[in-house]
């Protein structure tokens, strides 16, 4: 146990479970948590298939798990969005505040009507599948996932009727913002490490809607494009998806237009 100093505001209890006393994780925890106080669980990996239906998981409010550390990442944003209870995040969500913040305040500069979208990243990364997702949920336009050879996210490029819209980050730190008729901008946009992570999901508790809603979305509906990053004969995490029996038919239905939210 550690109080005081050691543990800044509050108090830490570490807690290693062996044997028997590991399956009932739940029991052991329960004494420690304050009546009335919210609780959030994390797992750095192997997070349950249902993390709502966890014992642990039941506990709590919130309910963090991060898809990136998961062998077939993009396989288990699909078993993210099946299991969807209220309450449930990834830290492949939170990573992508900053892009989502910078391509909406982009967008609230021009009077444009988006076309078409296309997001470049590694692949197999969760981060530039759900941020390809979010932007098809929220703008209802075709989005295409392409290649590069990272560091995760490295651009997305924003087709409109007034000229192209380039967020470009090569280089894991720093991005240019690119705007048909305005000069150029530098951004800051490092890749942050897990502590901030955490850090930003403790500031809410509250049921986090978008990230529903572009889980929902479905990464068997974007469209796949080649990239800097492509192997020959390869395919892509999105060709992948939409290969799969139960996801063939969604991936040949067209994208249907919404209205942007």
């Given amino acids: ?11 830490t209890v ?49 309910r963090v798990t991060d898809t990136y550390s998961c062998e077939k990442p993009v396989q288990e944003l699909a078993a993210r969005a099946d299991a969807y209870t209220p309450g449930d995040t990834d830290l492949s969500w939170t990573r992508i505040t900053p892009w989502r913040s910078m391509l909406a305040a982009a967008l609230d500069q021009v009077d444009c009507e988006v076309q078409g979208v296309e997001v ?19 703008l209802g336009v075709p989005v295409r996932r392409a290649l590069s050879s990272g560091p995760g996210l490295t651009a997305v490029r924003m087709d409109t009727d007034c000229g192209p819209i380039v967020l470009d980050r090569a280089d894991g730190s720093l991005a240019t913002l690119s705007i048909q008729g305005q000069p150029k901008r ?14 930003e999901e403790l500031r809410r508790l509250d ?8 889980l929902r979305y479905g990464v068997e509906r974007l469209k796949s494009a080649k990239g800097a990053g492509d192997r020959e004969g390869v395919p892509t995490p999105v060709e992948q998806a939409a290969q799969a029996p139960a996801a063939a038919a969604t991936a040949q239905a067209p994208v249907k237009k919404a209205a942007a939210k």
């Fill in 120 to 138: 470049e990243g590694e692949e197999f990364n969760p981060s530039c599948e759900l941020l390809a997702m979010w932007l098809a949920d929220r």
């Fill in 207 to 214: 049921p986090d809607d978008t990230y529903a809603s572009a």
């Fill in 14 to 62: 570490v807690l290693r479970l062996y044997g028997e006393v590991a399956d009932h994780a739940q029991s052991v925890v329960l004494p420690l948590l304050l009546p009335d106080a919210p609780v959030v669980v994390w797992w750095p990996v192997n997070s349950p298939l249902d993390p709502a239906k966890d014992p642990l998981g039941a506990l709590a409010q919130r």
């Fill in 186 to 199: 530098a951004v800051a946009l490092k890749r942050r490490d897990t502590a901030e992570l955490i850090a």
């Fill in 1 to 11: 146990m550690r109080v005081g100093a050691d543990a800044g505001t509050g108090e």
